[in-house]
């Protein structure tokens, strides 16, 4: 076989492995470049909490919280809706105090989480809904542990919140254009199962089919275009 | 049919390289553990210390920090109890028992880190960086690093204000940080993927994939399939014969 003949065979044929792979790669790469990913993170819907300074004087000792957690492996005294509360990470888990009754808070009921979901939200719409999740952990949460409050607003993209019942605090917000980010990551990292092993055999294959398919391109190239021949002088 | 390969020999001359690179780079970064290349193999997990904290009263660290405190944890730091004092400007840390505030220095940055190091290869050496570098670009700055003698070139980044580990780098991640410079075409910072140039290219690039898939349709005749539909073709004709 000639040369080109060769060139243009192998890249037929990489190309009809791997063009519908390499179709989704660059338009999902296409997206994550175009929509910004501070835009992907929701930064924009979540209101920077008050942090104001937290009057001391009164409240419970970090040395009693031992009596009501054992086995304390760290506290943190912050303010929740305008009240101290400390949060506190113990033997049997994560919990949440009041901090001048020493009231246990958690785990946080609906009202709980409803009010500190809406005290975060940046944009204007009203809750539609709070569900409690404590089995089948949907996707967009990823590795976090449930129980988790999702709470959802009104408004542009389907805005979610997801607040920790033992500690109230937002620990994912998601929102549709972060959804079909992650459904691209998917397609663009090929980890058609849980989106977040960029290690797979499949894109290791892939990629380099995509490597050799971009090569003989190149070397198709040198064929392609055809030189303007000088008209020969008669002899 | 023929402007679809005009503009894929024009679209592959002009941005073809740049997908050559995207998927060379795709490819190293598929071909290197992510867990090589977050660090992760190289840190311990934070150990617990074995007796509860004895903590100084509010009122005392109160009197310490000065400022006033928006956020106070109090949290075990390599061997001691600390309080982790947040203030409006920066992070105080005190040592929870004797109430008395301290500093992370070179000497306390370098036990820290090697109490939180896997391996075990000597301390290289520890500098202060306050610049962004690659290493640090995502990390709270001024940061001790805190680089061991091994053969990944680990080093461990110490926070100065909190004392906290902050990560870890080893050769693997410098490697990934070039293909992920190259792949996201952000050449001076490799932090940004939403830049003008890139979104230019993709879109040039998804169009260089889209033509390529559409030309595929043209591109095969029943000859080159002859060795997959040759024993069918031949098995339908001799049944056409067959039947009368």
Redesign the interface.
Known sequence: MRLPALARTTH?WL??II??Q??F???S??Y??????DIIHGDRLVRPAP????A??G?V???H??HFAP?????????QLGRPVYVVDAASGKALFDAKTGQRLSPLDEAGARARAKALFAERGEIVGADLLTNNPPTEIQTRPLPLWRVEFEGAWRPTFYISPFTGELVARRHDLWRTYDFLWMFHIMDYENRSD???VL??IA??M??A???T??WL?LY??RRRRRPRKPA | MFLIRTLHKWFGLVLGLQLLIWALSGAVMALIDHHQVSGEHALLPVAQLTSGPAPAPLATVQAAVGAPIVKLELKPLFDRWVYKASTADGVRLIDAETARPFEVDAALARTLATGRYAGAAPVARVDLVEAVTYETRKMARPVWRVAYADDAHTALFVSRATGEVLGAKTDASRLWDIAWMFHIMDYTARESFNHPLIVTVASGVTWLALSGLILLFRSFRSSDVAWLTGPFDRWSGRRARREP
């Open positions: 037929k190309g009809l063009a519908i390499a179709v790669w660059t338009v790469g296409l994550m470049a175009a929509v910004h990913i942090a104001p300074a937290i001391l004087a409240l000792e970090p040395g919280l031992a086995g304390l492996k760290s506290a943190r005294l912050e303010t960029v290690n797979n894109i290791r990629t380099w995509a490597f398919g971009s090569l391109g190149a190239l392609s275009f």
